[in-house]
C-alpha cells in the first residue's frame, strides 16, 4: 500500500509514503479529505524513505499531525533514529508516565496531560532559535531549550517507534507535516479547520498563521495523509 505525500517542489518533489502490516485508510473517524490512515496497534505502521529533509540539525523544526487514539496505550505518531537516540512525537499512558505527551530528541518534552480516547487532537512539536515549544489544539503546553543536533538521515516512520520497543499506534493519524528550516507557530494559534494543499505554494510550502489562513514558505516539508485519489488501498 502506497500513500502519495505531497511535498514543496523546491526539495525533491514527492515522496512515497509506504503502509506496512496492514495500516488501513478509513472513512468512518476523519479529519479532513473524507478519510484518514487507521493503525490497529499491532506491528503495522508506515514509512518514508531516508532521507537529508529529515536532518534538522540545531536548526529550526515542526512536526505536527492530527491524532486519535482508541485506547490508553504507550505509542508514537511518527519518529525517526537519530544515532543511539531516537526523535519522535509520541503519547503516553504507563511506565510511570500516566497521562503525557512527548515530543522532540530523546523526550526533550514530557507533558502531564490527561488525553481522551477516541477524540481529534492537533499536536504540534516547534523549534526556533534554540527554544522547543510543543502545543496541543493550538495552546502551548511545555517549552524547553533545545539546541540538539539532529543528524538523521533515517526513515521517517509513522504510527511505531523507530527502535523495536513495539511502541504502536492504535487509532487514526491524518495530516502529518514535516517542516525543515522553519518553525510554523510562535504563539497560541488556531488549528487548521480545513484542508490545505501542501504544495499550492511555488518553491516552498505553506504555513498557517495564527487567524488559520496561509502564507509564508517553507524550505522542507511533508504531509503523509490519505487525500483521495492517491491512496492505493
Keep these: 500500500t502506497n500513500l502519495t505525500a505531497e511535498t514543496g517542489t523546491s526539495w525533491g518533489g514527492t515522496k512515497t509514503v509506504t503502509a506496512v502490516n496492514g495500516a488501513t485508510t478509513t472513512t468512518s473517524n476523519t479529519k479532513f479529505y473524507g478519510t484518514s490512515k487507521q493503525f ?7 514509512s518514508t524513505q531516508a532521507s537529508n ?33 531516537f ?73 511505531m517507534d523507530p527502535k523495536g520497543w513495539g511502541l504502536e499506534f492504535d487509532g487514526e493519524i491524518s495530516d502529518i507535516r514535516i517542516y525543515n528550516g522553519i518553525g510554523k507557530y510562535t504563539g497560541a494559534f488556531t488549528v487548521p479547520n480545513s484542508s490545505t494543499s501542501v504544495a499550492s505554494a511555488t518553491g516552498g510550502l505553506p504555513i498557517r498563521n495564527t487567524s488559520g489562513t496561509d502564507g509564508g514558505t517553507a524550505s522542507s516539508g511533508f504531509r503523509a495523509d490519505v487525500i483521495p485519489g492517491t491512496s492505493t488501498d
Design 53 to 85: 529533509d529529515w536532518k534538522f540539525g540545531t536548526g529550526d523544526y515542526t512536526a505536527e499531525a492530527w491524532v486519535r487514539m482508541h485506547s490508553h496505550h504507550d505509542a508514537y505518531v511518527v519518529s525517526n533514529s537519530v544515532g543511539g537516540s
Design 87 to 159: 526523535w519522535g512525537l509520541n503519547f503516553w499512558a504507563t511506565n510511570g508516565s500516566n497521562g503525557t505527551i512527548r515530543a522532540g530528541y530523546n523526550t526533550n518534552h514530557e507533558k502531564a496531560y490527561a488525553w481522551s480516547t477516541n477524540t481529534w487532537y492537533h499536536v504540534a512539536v516547534v523549534r526556533i532559535s534554540g527554544t522547543s515549544k510543543l502545543y496541543l489544539d493550538g495552546t502551548e503546553i511545555d517549552s524547553q531549550s533545545d539546541t540538539d543536533n539532529m543528524t538523521s538521515t533515517s526513515e521517517m516512520i509513522i504510527g
Design 40 to 46: 490497529d496497534g499491532s506491528n503495522d505502521y508506515a
